[in-house]
């Protein structure tokens, strides 16, 4: 589709419109306030345009699951100023137990904590009690394994960001984790706190709308040249105990049924955009009906219910 272009931050024209490229080094929050298309979330254009919309115009909200996930994307793929910049929270409890029987939240708590902060560089990323024994565990699992050391240090570009324009007319970008064109891979960490099996993961592929992600990913790389990247792996860190790590590829018919959702959401996407209607339920009364599943646990409760009856009166009841 194009020549590769991968591109410099520092050396790019800002002045000028981002056409299909590949930006090493952009800023996090230069790439989030960029222009484009971002697929995180959009499975929703499929089913309620307008939810999607009001998500998209809610404020960013952290939580102790993101915040870990990030931390862990630091440690994993930026690994010198994980080390560099991260600051592990000392433990304030201690000098105030023999007063306190939950010192936490107390005022002399919050000023141990308040001059702690004082003394530590402004830019710290500071790691908490309970997220350090996570992230050593993490990290202890990844340097245990042969293959998962390979993809976090074979040659590629870590936190490579993208934009194309689509043949649906649509700007895009996107943000890899790893490209890897030695091993024609975008590498994409993911944590999860159900499991790292083949199964538990597959599951959340499906639930989470990863095949979707990684469609995009995959097709934003050919827009911008980086045609040999043609597999998507996983590299998926439990924060759960025993914190075991394990890489998944995923196959190339999750590719090509996220790629038929995706397509379907640019088109979505575009005539939401140029019409600036985004609809939700339709305006009628429809007909609902529960899934097989249910009418299956209809059966069985009404099957169990007739055999106690029997079992109890000689007769059904």
């Known amino acids: 589709m194009g020549s590769v272009e991968i591109v410099n931050f520092d050396e790019l024209d800002h002045d000028s419109e981002l056409g299909n490229v590949c930006i090493r080094d952009m800023p996090e929050d230069v790439y989030h306030a960029a222009p484009g298309f971002n ?3 959009s499975s929703l254009l499929l089913s309620n345009p307008a939810k999607w919309l009001w998500q998209k115009s809610q404020p960013y909200k952290s939580s102790t699951a993101l915040a870990l996930g990030t931390l862990v994307h630091l440690l994993l793929l930026e690994n010198e100023r994980f080390h560099d910049e991260v600051v592990y929270e000392p433990d304030f409890t201690l000098k105030l137990k023999k007063v ?14 308040q ?44 936190e490579l960001s993208a934009f194309w324009h689509n043949d649906f007319g649509v700007a ?20 999860t706190a159900k499991g790292a099996s083949q199964i538990a993961f597959g599951k959340m592929i499906s639930e989470r709308g990863y095949d979707i992600q990684a469609a995009h990913y995959l097709e934003g790389a050919r827009y911008c040249g980086l045609e040999n990247l043609t597999n998507f792996v996983y590299l998926v860190c439990e924060t759960i105990p025993p914190y075991h790590v394990a890489s998944y590829r995923l196959s190339q018919f999750d590719i090509e ?61």
């Open 39 to 41: 697929q995180s979330g």
């Open 100 to 113: 306190y029987s939950k010192p936490k939240g107390t005022k002399e708590y919050e000023k141990l904590r």
């Open 115 to 158: 001059d702690w902060l004082s003394t530590i560089p402004a830019n710290s990323i500071i790691v908490s009690l309970d997220q350090a024994p996570i992230l050593r565990a993490i990290e202890a699992s990844v340097k245990g394994t042969t293959n998962l050391k390979n993809l976090l240090t074979v040659p590629g570009n870590n």
């Open 172 to 191: 895009c970008r996107a943000r890899f984790d790893r490209e890897c064109s030695v091993i024609n891979s975008i590498i994409d960490v993911k944590t």
């Open 257 to 317: 049924v996220g790629t038929k959702k995706l397509h379907q959401i640019y088109k979505v996407f575009k005539l939401c955009s140029e019409a600036d209607i985004w609809p939700s339920f339709a305006d009628e009364v429809k007909e609902v009906s529960q899934p097989n599943y249910g009418k299956e646990r209809a059966e069985r409760a009404v099957r169990s219910s007739e055999i106690l009856m029997m079992d109890t009166f000689g007769r059904a009841g």
